[in-house]
C-alpha cells in the first residue's frame, strides 16, 4: 500500500497523491506488471541494502517507458523493515537515444565497409586504361624516334581509345553517385510514358539494333522518382538491344506480372541470355560477361541502386547462355503505392 507519494509519482499514475495514498500502486497497473515491480519491492525489502534496477514500466494506455530506481527498506530503529522507498528516474529518452546511436553506429560500419569495397573495386578498374596509356606513350616514344608514322597512328589511336574508356568510366561513375545524392519526391507516372521517354532517348541506338519492341497494353501507375525510372528502362532497354548476339529476330518485351509481394515490372529480350552462375555478378559494380561488348558496367548497379533506394529489389531470370533474359524489379515506396 502508498504511504507516500509525490506530484511526479502520483501523475505518472495519471491521479493525485491525496487519490493515491492508501490504495495499491499496481492496482493501476497491469497485474503481471504489478507483479514484477513487487517482486523488485520484495528484493529491496529482503536485503535490507539500497538496490538499483532498471525498469520498463507498461502504462495502462500501453506506453512503454523506463525507470531508473533506487528501492530501499525503511525501518524505524533496529526493527524488520516497514517498507520500501523508491526513488526513480525516467531514462525512457536515455535508453531511446542509445538504441538509436547502436543502430546508426551499425549501420555506418556496414556503409564504411561498401565504401571499401567499392574504392578498391573503383581504383582497380580505373588502372587498366591508365596502364594502357602509359604503355603506349612508352611505345610512341620509340616510334617517333624511328619516325614510324603507322605505329605511331596505332599508338594515339589505342591512347584515345583508352582515354575515352576511362571518360565513360568516370562519367557513368558520376552517374551512379549523383543516384544517391540527388533525389526528387516521388509522383505518381504511368509505366507506359516512363517507357516511353527512355525510348525516345536511346531511339538510335535501338533502331540500329533492329529489335522490336512491344509494351504492354495496360498501364499500371509507378509511385517513383520519375527521371530515376527513365533512367532504369533506359539501361534496361539498352542492354536487352546490345547483347542481342546475332538473334535473326530480336525482339524487347516489356511489362508487369503479378508476384508473391506485389507487381513484378520486366524487360524481356530473346538476346545472348546470362548463365545462371552469374545471374548476381551482372549488377556488381563493373560486374561485365563479355569484355569485347564495349561497356563499363555500371549500368546495372545503376539500376540496382534506384530499386533499392525505392526499397524494391532487382533480378535477372535466364535460362542460360542463347535463352534470351527478363530483367525484372519490384518498388516499394510510402504506402506502397507501387503495387498498383
Ligand atoms: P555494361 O552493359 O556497360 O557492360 P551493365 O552493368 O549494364 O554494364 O551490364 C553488366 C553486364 O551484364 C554486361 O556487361 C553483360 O555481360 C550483362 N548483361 C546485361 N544485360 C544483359 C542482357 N539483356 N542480356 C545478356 N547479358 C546482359
Known amino acids: 500500500m502508498c504511504l507516500l507519494a509525490n506530484q511526479n509519482c502520483a501523475a505518472l499514475m ?28 520484495r528484493r529491496a525489502m529482503e536485503s535490507a541494502e539500497p538496490i538499483t534496477i532498471e525498469e520498463d514500466i507498461t502504462f495502462p494506455d500501453g506506453e512503454v517507458r523506463t525507470f531508473a530506481s533506487v528501492k530501499f527498506p525503511v525501518s524505524v530503529g533496529e526493527q524488520e523493515p516497514l517498507g520500501i522507498c523508491a526513488i526513480s528516474t525516467e531514462i525512457t529518452a536515455q535508453r531511446s537515444a542509445e538504441a538509436d546511436r547502436a543502430r546508426f553506429m551499425e549501420e555506418l560500419k556496414t556503409r564504411n565497409e561498401e565504401l571499401e569495397a567499392f574504392n578498391y573495386t573503383v ?9 594502357t596509356i602509359n604503355g603506349f606513350v612508352g611505345f610512341l616514344e620509340k616510334d617517333i624516334a624511328e619516325s614510324n608514322v603507322e605505329k605511331i597512328r596505332q599508338d594515339t589511336k589505342l591512347i584515345a581509345g583508352a582515354t575515352a574508356k576511362m571518360a565513360a568510366l568516370l562519367e557513368d561513375l558520376l552517374e551512379l553517385s549523383r543516384v544517391g545524392s540527388v533525389q526528387s519526391t516521388p509522383a505518381d507516372v504511368p509505366l507506359d510514358q516512363v517507357v516511353a521517354e527512355a525510348l525516345t532517348r536511346i531511339k538510335g541506338r535501338l533502331e540500329a539494333s533492329g529489335a522490336s519492341v512491344s509494351i504492354q497494353p495496360e498501364s499500371p ?24 548476339g546475332d538473334q535473326p529476330e530480336p525482339w524487347i518485351d516489356i511489362g508487369v506480372r503479378e508476384g508473391d509481394g506485389g507487381v513484378i515490372y520486366f524487360v524481356r529480350d530473346n538476346g545472348i541470355g546470362i548463365d545462371p552462375r552469374f545471374h548476381d555478378e551482372v549488377f556488381a559494380l563493373f560486374g561485365r ?15 540496382q541502386r534506384v530499386v533499392s533506394l525505392h526499397n524494391g529489389r532487382v533480378w535477372v531470370e535466364s535460362e542460360g547462355v542463347g535463352k534470351g533474359s527478363t530483367f525484372c524489379f519490384t518498388i516499394q515506396t510510402a504506402g506502397d503505392r507501387a503495387r498498383c
Open 123 to 131: 581504383s582497380h578498374d580505373l588502372k587498366g586504361p591508365l596502364l
Open 221 to 244: 501507375v509507378l509511385h517513383c522518382d520519375r527521371e530515376r525510372f527513365i533512367e532504369v528502362f533506359q539501361n534496361l532497354i539498352e542492354n536487352a538491344a546490345k547483347y542481342m
Open 14 to 41: 495519471g491521479t493525485t497523491p491525496a487519490a493515491l495514498v492508501g490504495t495499491k500502486l499496481g492496482a493501476r497497473l497491469d497485474p503481471a506488471m504489478a507483479e514484477r515491480i513487487l517482486e523488485s519491492d
Open 289 to 303: 560477361l563479355d569484355t569485347t561488348i564495349e561497356g563499363t558496367g555500371v549500368g546495372l548497379a545503376i539500376v
